[in-house]
């Protein structure tokens, strides 16, 4: 194995995700740079490496070195402590302030900043707030280093070792050793898989106890993220088993034995055991307990309602507020003012807003209290544009914090102060957030569900809206007449169409319906890398020059997938090489292989409860700073949120997102792409959910067949849910 001793120069490219380097070096005994590749997780301009690997000559780049093993040295010159100091390493430092920290200390600065960072202040234009976040950010990376040096054969990230080091804090080297698993629970971006590497190196055993529970809960945990409250006791064991490479009786034992010590729940229903994750089975078995409780309990405005002449009623609704409703509004009305919960549910231009606004006109006559919310920021500001009153999201609504733990400081000690609650678009509504929202209604008040049970289900685990209507146990009402001011639109009439197993029609198309249509266009081009090309040159050129609309604020394009020509990915390249190219009036920040411009629109991947930032949320770039190492996002609230660079992972791009990532949201325009590759994802409920997201135009390309099958295609993918049994029970 040859060696290569020398001082990192330049870094030309660097994966987050998996540390590959392409970088140059200057070796100690020769007088020009070379090129090294390999995985360098940590490395900085300025260091001193020592390499162990192989030399070979690569077709296109010529020779280079390939790095196996690599150890590094921190710089002894003065010029060498500058450009470590410059490289990015250290929050707070950039070019300039490491000059003159490396100017003012010369070989003694890594001195100092280890062992006496006080003087630090001697340093012109440190003030003490730079000071203490400089010792603060020095300290911090000699830890991660330590994480880093002790994983290294184990390709940890520099991006995961800093979040190990933000969970644990001194004590990550301690955890990581005794008790690897947990990282897998703790840590974000840190799964099983690479928890179990870990642990393998460390030595445990293949069936030990510790690693059988481990992979049974992130197999939970795994059916989580398909939607399932729970697995049945089979089922489980059998995942299990494969995903651990252990014998089924080993797995059946462990899994005994972690439901005695209450990781996990079990209970029998006919028969048959279902495995829970705790937080899963509390939250169903709460909010069946909840809705029976807010049912039974006394109101008095169903009391007055009760006994109300709603004929006089709906009278002065269509005289004072020109307000008329049908026999389905009507009873729509009736009965979430005399009822504690009820369902109202419809698709697009069925009044279903028209009638939640009756009913809160209905209560504003009594003085009563009402509030309005919505599982995200966009359908919350939809729904406060219909109705026209203030609306928010349900965390805000609840008053969630991230002190002392997220919780949410609305709750059964700490109820809303209302008479009403309603909650739109619920068929996004998953088990625990429908929790955290019952608990803080108060036992008098009403609630109203609202949304299209005909649309996707929730991204988090559960079915709540549909397990509601399918157990009986809550009145509901399904409106199904469309309305005259929406039967114009194209828009709602396909959505109907397709709902209904009908295919769409679009303008230009021969036949007397579709002379009508001018909101829904389709444009065929069945392969994929054509289609990608059309979304390109649809969204950038010809929507803005026919309709006069933003390329990048009124048009979001919605694909079923996140792989192939046509999916997330590849679309969010193209498009923000057309929208948003490179320019050095422009600042950027790479992460992985994404790269991140002022001016993006991104969406975020995962809850944040630290920042209040939730999966689903949109919003632009509006700064970067290098120095700082903080990427700022203004959202739909018109609310800068900061990011570290460390946490780019929790964003993407979001030029193209995935229907799933849309509901809730509304937009001027949608393009869909459909294709018959993406076959396994191609279902009726998909294909209306993207299109009912549009509000003036509509625009599927790909391929005829690709609409075809998914609109013929209602099989819905089952999802292990018990609320609608515990309804029905009582």
């Given at each position: 194995?040859?060696?290569?001793?020398?001082?990192?120069?330049?870094?030309?490219?660097?994966?987050?995700?998996?540390?590959?380097?392409?970088?140059?070096?200057?070796?100690?005994?020769?007088?020009?740079?070379?090129?090294?590749?390999?995985?360098?997780?940590?490395?900085?301009?300025?260091?001193?490496?020592?390499?162990?690997?192989?030399?070979?000559?690569?077709?296109?780049?010529?020779?280079?070195?390939?790095?196996?093993?690599?150890?590094?040295?921190?710089?002894?010159?003065?010029?060498?402590?500058?450009?470590?100091?410059?490289?990015?390493?250290?929050?707070?430092?950039?070019?300039?302030?490491?000059?003159?920290?490396?100017?003012?200390?010369?070989?003694?600065?890594?001195?100092?900043?280890?062992?006496?960072?006080?003087?630090?202040?001697?340093?012109?234009?440190?003030?003490?707030?730079?000071?203490?976040?400089?010792?603060?950010?020095?300290?911090e990376q000699q830890q991660i280093?330590?994480?880093?040096?002790?994983?290294?054969?184990?390709?940890?990230?520099?991006?995961?070792?800093?979040?190990?080091?933000?969970?644990?804090?001194?004590?990550?080297?301690?955890?990581?050793?005794?008790?690897?698993?947990?990282?897998?629970?703790?840590?974000?971006?840190?799964?099983?898989?690479?928890?179990?590497?870990?642990?393998?190196?460390?030595?445990?055993?293949?069936?030990?106890?510790?690693?059988?529970?481990?992979?049974?809960?992130?197999?939970?945990?795994?059916?989580?993220?398909?939607?399932?409250?729970?697995?049945?006791?089979?089922?489980?064991?059998?995942?299990?088993?494969?995903?651990?490479?252990?014998?089924?009786?080993?797995?059946?034992?462990?899994?005994?034995?972690?439901?005695?010590?209450?990781?996990?729940?079990?209970?029998?229903?006919?028969?048959?055991?279902?495995?829970?994750?705790?937080?899963?089975?509390?939250?169903?078995?709460?909010?069946?307990?909840?809705?029976?409780?807010?049912?039974?309990?006394?109101?008095?405005?169903?009391?007055f309602f009760r006994t109300a002449?709603?004929?006089?009623?709906?009278?002065?609704?269509?005289?004072?507020?020109?307000?008329?409703?049908?026999?389905?509004?009507?009873?729509?009305?009736?009965?979430?003012?005399?009822?504690?919960?009820?369902?109202?549910?419809?698709?697009?231009?069925?009044?279903?807003?028209?009638?939640?606004?009756?009913?809160?006109?209905?209560?504003?006559?009594?003085?009563?209290?009402?509030?309005?919310?919505?599982?995200?920021?966009?359908?919350?500001?939809?729904?406060?544009?219909?109705?026209?009153?203030?609306?928010?999201?349900?965390?805000?609504?609840?008053?969630?914090?991230?002190?002392?733990?997220?919780?949410?400081?609305?709750?059964?000690?700490?109820?809303?102060?209302?008479?009403?609650?309603?909650?739109?678009?619920?068929?996004?509504?998953?088990?625990?957030?429908?929790?955290?929202?019952?608990?803080?209604?108060?036992?008098?008040?009403?609630?109203?569900?609202?949304?299209?049970?005909?649309?996707?289900?929730?991204?988090?685990?559960?079915?709540?809206?549909?397990?509601?209507?399918?157990?009986?146990?809550?009145?509901?009402?399904?409106?199904?007449?469309?309305?005259?001011?929406?039967?114009?639109?194209?828009?709602?009439?396909?959505?109907?169409?397709?709902?209904?197993?009908?295919?769409?029609?679009?303008?230009?198309?021969?036949?007397?319906?579709?002379?009508?249509?001018?909101?829904?266009?389709?444009?065929?081009?069945?392969?994929?890398?054509?289609?990608?090309?059309?979304?390109?040159?649809?969204?950038?050129?010809?929507?803005?020059?026919?309709?006069?609309?933003?390329?990048?604020?009124?048009?979001?394009?919605?694909?079923?997938?996140?792989r192939g020509p046509a999916g997330?990915?590849?679309?969010?390249?193209?498009?923000?090489?057309?929208?948003?190219?490179?320019?050095?009036?422009?600042?950027?920040?790479?992460?992985?292989?994404?790269?991140?411009?002022?001016?993006?629109?991104?969406?975020?991947?995962?809850?944040?409860?630290?920042?209040?930032?939730?999966?689903?949320?949109?919003?632009?770039?509006?700064?970067?700073?290098?120095?700082?190492?903080?990427?700022?996002?203004?959202?739909?609230?018109?609310?800068?949120?900061?990011?570290?660079?460390?946490?780019?992972?929790?964003?993407?791009?979001?030029?193209?997102?995935?229907?799933?990532?849309?509901?809730?949201?509304?937009?001027?325009?949608?393009?869909?792409?459909?294709?018959?590759?993406?076959?396994?994802?191609?279902?009726?409920?998909?294909?209306?959910?993207?299109?009912?997201?549009?509000?003036?135009?509509?625009?599927?390309?790909?391929?005829?067949?690709?609409?075809?099958?998914?609109?013929?295609?209602?099989?819905?993918?089952?999802?292990?849910?018990?609320?609608?049994?515990?309804?029905?029970?009582?």
């Open positions: 194995m040859a060696r290569l001793n020398g001082i990192l120069e330049r870094i030309t490219f660097h994966s987050e995700t998996d540390g590959y380097t392409v970088a140059r070096v200057l070796p100690k005994d020769k007088p020009y740079q070379v090129t090294i590749v390999g995985k360098l997780l940590g490395v900085q301009v300025g260091e001193s490496v020592e390499l162990e690997g192989r030399w070979v000559d690569h077709p296109e780049h010529g020779r280079q070195f390939e790095v196996e093993r690599y150890r590094t040295v921190l710089p002894a010159t003065v010029e060498g402590i500058r450009r470590y100091l410059g490289s990015g390493l250290i929050k707070g430092i950039g070019p300039v302030m490491a000059r003159r920290i490396a100017e003012t200390f010369g070989s003694y600065t890594l001195h100092v900043l280890e062992h006496e960072p006080l003087r630090l202040h001697e340093v012109s234009g440190l003030g003490p707030k730079r000071v203490d976040r400089i010792q603060q950010a020095w300290a280093k330590a994480i880093m040096l002790f994983l290294q054969d184990l390709e940890i990230t520099p991006g995961l070792a800093v979040r190990i080091y933000k969970q644990y804090g001194e004590q990550s080297l301690g955890v990581v050793q005794a008790t690897p698993y947990r990282l897998a629970d703790d840590v974000y971006g840190i799964g099983f898989l690479t928890a179990d590497k870990i642990a393998q190196a460390l030595g445990i055993p293949h069936d030990s106890p510790q690693r059988v529970g481990a992979g049974l809960r992130y197999t939970l945990s795994q059916a989580a993220d398909e939607g399932h409250c729970f697995l049945p006791w089979a089922e489980l064991a059998e995942r299990g088993a494969a995903l651990l490479g252990v014998d089924l009786a080993v797995v059946e034992a462990t899994l005994g034995a972690i439901v005695i010590t209450r990781e996990v729940h079990a209970e029998a229903w006919d028969g048959q055991r279902m495995v829970y994750l705790q937080p899963f089975y509390r939250a169903e078995r709460a909010v069946a307990e909840r809705v029976h409780d807010l049912l039974r309990a006394p109101s008095q405005i169903a009391a002449n709603w004929a006089r009623v709906f009278d002065f609704l269509a005289d004072k507020r020109a307000i008329t409703l049908t026999e389905q509004q009507r009873e729509a009305v009736q009965m979430a003012l005399t009822n504690k919960v009820s369902v109202l549910t419809g698709g697009p231009g069925t009044g279903k807003t028209v009638t939640t606004r009756t009913i809160i006109m209905a209560l504003q006559q009594r003085g009563e209290k009402f509030v309005l919310a919505s599982p995200t920021g966009r359908a919350a500001k939809r729904l406060s544009e219909a109705t026209g009153a203030e609306a928010s999201t349900i965390h805000r609504l609840l008053e969630f914090s991230p002190i002392g733990g997220p919780h949410f400081k609305r709750n059964l000690e700490n109820p809303l102060d209302v008479a009403l609650v309603v909650v739109d678009e619920v068929s996004m509504l998953d088990i625990l957030l429908a929790n955290s929202l019952l608990k803080a209604v108060p036992p008098h008040a009403h609630v109203l569900l609202v949304g299209d049970a005909d649309q996707l289900p929730s991204v988090g685990p559960g079915r709540v809206l549909c397990d509601m209507l399918d157990s009986m146990a809550v009145p509901s009402i399904h409106l199904d007449t469309i309305f005259r001011q929406a039967e114009g639109s194209g828009i709602v009439a396909n959505a109907h169409r397709i709902n209904q197993g009908e295919l769409p029609w679009f303008a230009r198309q021969a036949g007397a319906e579709a002379g009508r249509i001018n909101d829904c266009f389709f444009f065929s081009r069945p392969v994929p890398d054509m289609c990608a090309e059309l979304v390109v040159e649809v969204v950038g050129e010809r929507i803005p020059r026919r309709f006069g609309l933003d390329p990048r604020r009124d048009i979001q394009v919605l694909t079923p997938t996140h997330v990915a590849n679309l969010n390249v193209l498009l923000q090489a057309a929208l948003n190219p490179a320019d050095e009036q422009r600042p950027e920040q790479r992460f992985g292989a994404t790269v991140f411009r002022a001016g993006d629109r991104v969406l975020q991947l995962r809850n944040n409860y630290d920042l209040e930032v939730y999966n689903g949320d949109i919003g632009e770039i509006v700064a970067i700073d290098p120095v700082e190492q903080l990427l700022t996002v203004r959202y739909d609230d018109a609310r800068d949120v900061a990011y570290d660079f460390g946490l780019l992972d929790e964003l993407t791009l979001a030029y193209a997102i995935s229907v799933h990532k849309a509901q809730g949201a509304e937009y001027p325009c949608v393009v869909i792409p459909l294709l018959t590759q993406h076959y396994t994802l191609l279902q009726r409920n998909l294909l209306y959910t993207a299109v009912t997201r549009a509000k003036q135009l509509v625009v599927l390309l790909g391929d005829r067949r690709a609409i075809a099958i998914a609109v013929k295609n209602n099989r819905v993918a089952a999802r292990y849910t018990g609320l609608a049994r515990r309804l029905k029970a009582g």
